[in-house]
């Protein structure tokens, strides 16, 4: 193999490449990134057998070819060449590759491709297209609330389902429900159903790339596995087995008390409850009070701590229904204030051990279920 | 051997007694109150005059008025007996934390603790409830709670008057079975018409008869019944009167052997009561929010000191940390001790995340605790309570305000 590539591309590639590696296996081949030419440009590959993800980088190709190099040395080393051509060139004998950039000559060992566990190739022609920024922003939505947990794994995912041009995504760890919902402008011939660790998705919404580009999905039958594809980036992930709880159900269907506030204002009062919050209990009360003719409802926000003190924040509200005392682990509610991504937020309630359901105004797409924490007394 | 005090206290007509408080030219009238007489209202409560005339608890209405045709009916006012039968529960609390009560107007106190003679103590209560809310009553004073709320009973009866009986009856120790030979065999809990008709035909007039019935033939025909109805008609009843009010506070102190100013024992003695209090806490379910030391000196001077805090605890560490410095605040480091003592008060359950996949229907879970808001700011507190608190499980019949309820 006898390639150029520019650094800049070279250290772009691995950077997104190897989140997958791991480190610390008992397979030596898997703390190695697989580079190999394809089709006329340089292919990265990272995998630790849950996650893969590819990268295809722009090269100048004298000779095909393929290895496997050590990660950790290789992004090193790559990070510290000077911008411009950097040449390399194995040795296959040896497994030897011979990096050279500017007035520096490495010469880095190798373990042979061959023992790098096959990548799968997909067949994305009965793939699902999403638009990258809209998939970002739905995994943006849901993937802080599953669990990490992992003794319960089916919670540890995404719930991923398709039906015509009909997107869900759904998480859950025991006390918070993120759901979103969304269109596909190009509907998918098939049904899909997956659990998608969240993991895999995180990774994916940072390496998607940005603006229009598209993002192909697809399930290769029998494999276990799913496969997100961009122009220049794949990731592929194993699906957790098991079956998702039936999330539906959880959803509250009616509720005594509606507050609509300003997510912004919202949000601030939670994160300034949380400083006292989060040495305690995370535990943050919301008196809901509805208003009247003379002055508007209002949500009191408090929170204390043994050491540190209280704070209490009051938010002008448009309350419908019975006023309300209902705490919440503040954590949650700020996780779920930092994604509505609408300018006002409703909060409904149907009592103060019942679920809180939040939408954003104006946004049918999305819905949270936060169960709230019972005081004691 | 050791034996118990279980006092069983009776608010004698309890809605006529109030009834009357408000309007005095009730008295010594028969009047019920209760449901019309036009519907199918029954008698709820009626006042002793009533009662001589043959009225009833739980009569129909329409029949209690052909008894009497100037019989007066009363609507009733529940709030105001909520509010009264409180106010006497409170009293009884105050004489011992060991109080259960089993409906508005009736209570069981377990008095073994308390020294003195106990007539004496339940005429004093009486008066004490006669004067603090004017409402009569009467007590019933045995080993356990079967001989006493039969006792109240018995004393009831035995005093015929058209005004309220305000008796008090002991049943001493080792009389119990005696005490109940001669009463109708349905006076015992548990036997209902159906089984008082098996008993009779086996030749049982009264309890003195089903006490010397062999109990292995009574087990045989009525199964475990047959064993609990032979215990009780003996005057057995091992019940213990159960208090479903929490507890107040958690607290450990000790009484040094030799007044001490030795600061590490001061230390060690708190360190281990630290220890002994937030297991206490935890075993029992609760945080609390203010943690008390108190001290006495070695010329009796007893002062206690306390420090809230803002937010519960109940862990050893935190207890100890705050009764150290209460120590330190207080104490000059030379002035024997003789006794020193931690508590944690303002007691609540701690706070819980609640879970997502709990099966519960929330919509009827609002709708019951929006329906149970308004039962108790009718009638008060504790007029209901969920099955698992409620303190009649031990097989008490309802009592004929209850029934009303």
Same mark, same amino acid.
């Given at each position: 193999?006898?390639?150029?590539?520019?650094?800049?591309?070279?250290?772009?590639?691995?950077?997104?490449?190897?989140?997958?590696?791991?480190?610390?296996?008992? &397979?030596? $081949?898997?703390? =190695?990134?697989?580079?190999?030419?394809?089709?006329?440009?340089? +292919? %990265? @590959?990272?995998?630790?057998? /849950?996650?893969?993800?590819?990268?295809?980088?722009?090269?100048?190709?004298?000779?095909?070819?393929?290895?496997?190099?050590?990660?950790?040395?290789?992004?090193?080393?790559?990070?510290?060449?000077?911008?411009?051509?950097?040449?390399?060139?194995?040795?296959?004998?040896?497994?030897?590759?011979?990096?050279?950039?500017?007035?520096?000559?490495?010469?880095?060992?190798?373990?042979?491709?061959?023992?790098?566990?096959?990548?799968?190739?997909?067949?994305?022609?009965?793939?699902?297209?999403?638009?990258?920024?809209?998939?970002?922003?739905?995994?943006?939505?849901?993937?802080?609330?599953?669990?990490?947990?992992?003794?319960?794994?089916?919670?540890?995912?995404?719930? &991923?389902? $398709?039906?015509? =041009?009909?997107?869900?995504?759904?998480?859950?760890?025991?006390? +918070? %429900? @993120?759901?979103?919902?969304? /269109?596909?402008?190009?509907?998918?011939?098939?049904?899909?159903?997956?659990?998608?660790?969240?993991?895999?998705?995180?990774?994916?919404?940072?390496?998607?790339?940005?603006?229009?580009?598209?993002?192909?999905?697809?399930?290769?039958?029998?494999?276990?596995?799913?496969?997100?594809?961009?122009?220049?980036?794949?990731?592929?992930?194993?699906?957790?087995?098991?079956?998702?709880?039936?999330?539906?159900?959880?959803?509250?269907?009616?509720?005594?008390?509606?507050?609509?506030?300003?997510?912004?204002?919202?949000?601030?009062?939670?994160?300034?409850?949380?400083?006292?919050?989060?040495?305690?209990?995370?535990?943050?009360?919301?008196?809901?009070?509805?208003?009247?003719?003379?002055?508007?409802?209002?949500?009191?926000?408090?929170?204390?701590?043994?050491?540190?003190?209280? @704070?209490?924040?009051?938010? /002008?509200?448009?309350?419908?229904?019975?006023?309300?005392?209902?705490?919440?682990?503040?954590?949650?509610?700020?996780?779920?204030?930092?994604?509505?991504?609408?300018?006002?937020?409703?909060?409904?309630?149907?009592?103060?051990?019942?679920?809180?359901?939040?939408?954003?105004?104006?946004?049918?797409?999305?819905?949270?279920?936060?169960?709230?924490?019972?005081?004691?007394? | 051997?050791?034996?118990?005090?279980?006092?069983?206290?009776?608010?004698?007509?309890?809605?006529?007694?109030?009834?009357?408080?408000?309007?005095?030219?009730?008295?010594?009238?028969?009047?019920?109150?209760?449901?019309?007489?036009?519907?199918?209202?029954?008698?709820?409560?009626?006042?002793?005059?009533?009662?001589?005339?043959?009225?009833?608890?739980?009569?129909?209405?329409?029949?209690?008025?052909?008894?009497?045709?100037?019989?007066?009916?009363?609507?009733?006012?529940?709030?105001?007996?909520?509010?009264?039968?409180?106010?006497?529960?409170?009293?009884?609390?105050?004489?011992?934390?060991?109080?259960?009560?089993?409906?508005?107007?009736?209570?069981?106190?377990?008095?073994?603790?308390?020294?003195?003679?106990?007539?004496?103590?339940?005429?004093?209560?009486?008066?004490?409830?006669?004067?603090?809310?004017?409402?009569?009553?009467?007590?019933?004073?045995?080993?356990?709670?079967?001989?006493?709320?039969?006792?109240?009973?018995?004393?009831?009866?035995?005093?015929?008057?058209?005004?309220?009986?305000?008796?008090?009856?002991?049943?001493?120790?080792?009389?119990?079975?005696?005490?109940?030979?001669?009463?109708?065999?349905?006076?015992?809990?548990?036997?209902?018409?159906?089984?008082?008709?098996?008993?009779?035909?086996?030749?049982?007039?009264?309890?003195?008869?089903?006490?010397?019935?062999?109990?292995?033939?009574?087990?045989?025909?009525?199964?475990?019944?047959?064993?609990?109805?032979?215990?009780?008609?003996?005057?057995?009843?091992?019940?213990?009167?159960?208090?479903?009010?929490?507890?107040?506070?958690?607290?450990?102190?000790?009484?040094?052997?030799?007044?001490?100013?030795?600061?590490?024992?001061?230390?060690?003695?708190?360190?281990?009561?630290?220890?002994?209090?937030?297991?206490?806490?935890?075993?029992?379910?609760?945080?609390?929010?203010?943690?008390?030391?108190?001290?006495?000196?070695?010329?009796?001077?007893?002062?206690?000191?306390?420090?809230?805090?803002?937010?519960?605890?109940?862990?050893?560490?935190?207890?100890?940390?705050?009764?150290?410095?209460?120590?330190?605040?207080?104490?000059?480091?030379?002035?024997?001790?003789?006794?020193?003592?931690?508590?944690?008060?303002?007691?609540?359950?701690?706070?819980?995340?609640?879970?997502?996949?709990?099966?519960?229907?929330?919509?009827?879970?609002?709708?019951?605790?929006?329906?149970?808001?308004?039962?108790?700011?009718?009638?008060?507190?504790?007029?209901?309570?969920?099955?698992?608190?409620?303190?009649?499980?031990?097989?008490?019949?309802?009592?004929?305000?209850?029934?009303?309820?």
């Amino acid at each position: 193999m006898k390639v150029s590539v520019l650094q800049e591309n070279l250290a772009h590639g691995l950077g997104i490449v190897s989140r997958a590696v791991a480190p610390r296996t008992t &397979l030596p $081949v898997l703390a =190695n990134v697989l580079v190999a030419t394809d089709e006329g440009r340089l +292919r %990265l @590959s990272a995998t630790n057998l /849950e996650i893969g993800i590819t990268c295809w980088i722009g090269a100048k190709i004298s000779d095909e070819g393929s290895t496997t190099v050590p990660a950790r040395t290789f992004a090193d080393l790559v990070g510290t060449l000077p911008d411009g051509q950097v040449d390399m060139d194995l040795v296959v004998q040896t497994q030897t590759l011979h990096v050279r950039s500017g007035t520096s000559n490495t010469d880095i060992k190798c373990i042979d491709a061959q023992e790098f566990p096959p990548m799968p190739v997909p067949d994305l022609r009965d793939g699902v297209v999403f638009n990258v920024s809209d998939l970002r922003e739905m995994i943006k939505q849901v993937v802080f609330a599953a669990s990490s947990d992992e003794a319960r794994p089916v919670l540890t995912g995404v719930l &991923l389902t $398709v039906e015509d =041009n009909l997107v869900t995504m759904a998480a859950a760890d025991g006390f +918070r %429900l @993120s759901v979103r919902k969304a /269109e596909l402008s190009q509907g998918s011939a098939q049904s899909m159903k997956a659990i998608i660790p969240a993991r895999a998705l995180n990774e994916l919404a940072r390496i998607a790339g940005d603006g229009d580009d598209t993002v192909t999905m697809s399930l290769p039958p029998g494999r276990g596995q799913v496969i997100f594809r961009t122009d220049d980036v794949e990731l592929t992930s194993q699906l957790i087995e098991g079956s998702f709880p039936d999330f539906e159900q959880i959803i509250p269907v009616m509720h005594n008390t509606r507050t609509v506030v300003s997510s912004a204002a919202f949000l601030k009062a939670c994160k300034q409850a949380e400083i006292f919050a989060r040495d305690g209990s995370h535990i943050a009360r919301l008196n809901i009070t509805p208003g009247d003719e003379l002055q508007p409802g209002s949500v009191e926000i408090s929170a204390q701590s043994e050491e540190t003190g209280s @704070s209490e924040a009051v938010v /002008e509200a448009t309350i419908e229904g019975q006023p309300v005392l209902i705490a919440f682990n503040v954590r949650y509610l700020r996780e779920v204030l930092d994604v509505v991504g609408t300018p006002n937020v409703a909060l409904e309630t149907t009592a103060a051990a019942a679920p809180g359901l939040i939408r954003p105004m104006g946004d049918d797409g999305f819905l949270h279920v936060i169960m709230p924490m019972h005081l004691g007394g | 051997m050791d034996f118990r005090t279980i006092i069983h206290l009776d608010l004698d007509a309890f809605y006529c007694a109030v009834e009357e408080l408000q309007n005095s030219s009730l008295h010594g009238k028969p009047f019920a109150v209760g449901g019309r007489p036009e519907g199918r209202g029954v008698v709820s409560s009626c006042s002793y005059a009533a009662r001589r005339l043959g009225i009833r608890s739980a009569m129909p209405m329409a029949r209690a008025v052909q008894i009497c045709p100037n019989l007066i009916i009363l609507r009733g006012n529940h709030r105001e007996y909520g509010q009264k039968s409180r106010q006497v529960m409170e009293i009884l609390r105050q004489t011992t934390d060991l109080v259960e009560q089993i409906s508005i107007d009736e209570a069981f106190l377990d008095v073994s603790e308390i020294s003195g003679n106990k007539v004496a103590l339940a005429r004093s209560l009486q008066s004490r409830i006669k004067s603090e809310t004017n409402l009569p009553c009467s007590l019933g004073i045995a080993t356990n709670k079967l001989v006493a709320k039969i006792a109240t009973d018995v004393g009831k009866s035995s005093i015929q008057t058209d005004t309220f009986p305000n008796a008090i009856q002991e049943v001493p120790v080792g009389q119990e079975a005696a005490f109940l030979a001669p009463l109708p065999l349905e006076t015992l809990w548990g036997i209902g018409p159906k089984t008082a008709e098996t008993l009779h035909r086996m030749g049982m007039q009264n309890i003195g008869d089903l006490a010397l019935w062999p109990v292995t033939d009574l087990t045989k025909r009525l199964g475990k019944l047959g064993f609990d109805l032979h215990a009780r008609a003996n005057g057995i009843d091992h019940n213990p009167v159960t208090t479903h009010r929490d507890p107040k506070s958690i607290s450990q102190e000790v009484t040094f052997g030799k007044d001490t100013n030795h600061q590490h024992i001061l230390n060690r003695t708190l360190q281990h009561q630290a220890l002994q209090v937030s297991t206490g806490l935890k075993r029992a379910g609760f945080v609390g929010t203010t943690v008390k030391l108190k001290l006495r000196w070695a010329d009796f001077t007893t002062i206690t000191r306390q420090i809230t805090l803002p937010e519960p605890v109940d862990n050893e560490r935190t207890i100890l940390e705050y009764a150290q410095k209460l120590l330190k605040q207080n104490w000059n480091g030379k002035t024997l001790i003789r006794l020193i003592g931690i508590g944690v008060s303002g007691l609540q359950r701690p706070s819980q995340q609640l879970s997502l996949w709990d099966k519960v229907d929330y919509t009827r879970m609002a709708q019951l605790e929006a329906a149970l808001h308004q039962v108790r700011s009718r009638y008060g507190q504790d007029v209901i309570q969920r099955g698992a608190q409620s303190p009649n499980q031990h097989g008490l019949p309802p009592d004929e305000e209850e029934l009303s309820q």
